[in-house]
């Protein structure tokens, strides 16, 4: 039971390139969400999505995409990769009322 | 601005010595608090949780209180381990809040001192 399973560990991309964060779960939970964290500062919402074919913004939306064809996977999109979004992205999922259960996160540089 | 936010970037303490992290909210409308532990390169791993209908609740090592009229949120780790070293981060959510009611503080870094 591995919980949350994040892919890549790491990457580094040119600015313009584009990519998908990966992030699959193996416990059923319906919520899952997308985190980014900046250094020395708490985590900011992306996207996140309550079941199977529905997503909705967060906090920081702009420059990312999300869908959720299955229960498991939540895959998060940058199309156009800018310095700006230079960051650790965490994925999480949560029960109803269960508190998140963070993946150990995705570390990316733009230069 | 955050609504949440901790008193000190970095703490510092002798290992065996107990721990004091605060934390301060600034949405009245929370009902459900949380702390988180981060080590380093690894993801945020829960540690303790607290309702407002509560004012303390306790786990292994670990007591959360929290005195709403003040919006103040502490955990105390008792006899601090080197394992302890890590981030600490508090989380609220507002009250009726979805899966989107989420807030996180920036931070505390607990430091280990042999």
């Known amino acids: 039971n591995a919980g949350v399973t994040q892919t890549p560990k790491f990457r580094i991309l040119k600015i313009g390139q584009s990519m998908t964060l990966q992030c699959t779960q193996d416990?059923?939970?319906?919520?899952m969400y997308w985190y980014r964290q900046d250094p020395g500062m708490g985590l900011k919402l992306i996207y996140y999505?309550?079941?199977?074919?529905?997503?909705d913004k967060g906090e920081v939306p702009n420059g990312y995409n999300v869908s959720r064809s299955t229960t498991e996977d939540f895959p998060l999109r940058l199309e156009l990769a800018a310095p700006s979004q230079t960051s650790v992205y965490f994925c999480?999922?949560?029960?109803?009322?269960?508190?998140?259960?963070f993946g150990n996160g995705t570390r990316l540089t733009v230069t | 601005g955050e609504s949440v936010g901790l008193h000190l970037p970095t703490l510092s303490v002798q290992e065996g010595d107990n721990s004091i992290i605060n934390c301060a909210y600034s949405?009245?409308?929370?009902?459900?608090f949380i702390w988180y532990k981060q080590e380093s390169g690894k993801g945020p791993q829960f540690i303790i949780d607290?309702?407002?209908?509560?004012d303390k609740r306790q786990g292994q090592r670990v007591t959360v209180l929290l005195n709403k009229t003040v919006k103040h949120l502490s955990l105390q780790i008792a006899a601090t381990q080197p394992g302890d070293s890590a981030v600490y981060f508090c989380?609220?959510?507002?009250?009726?809040?979805?899966?989107?009611?989420?807030?996180f503080g920036k931070g505390t870094h607990l430091i280990i001192q042999p």
């Open positions: 416990m059923n939970h319906n919520y």
């Open positions: 949405n009245s409308a929370s009902d459900y």
């Open positions: 989380a609220e959510n507002r009250s009726g809040g979805g899966a989107d009611g989420l807030t």
């Open positions: 999480a999922i949560s029960g109803e009322i269960s508190p998140l259960h």
């Open positions: 999505s309550v079941g199977a074919g529905i997503t």
């Open positions: 607290i309702r407002s209908n509560m």
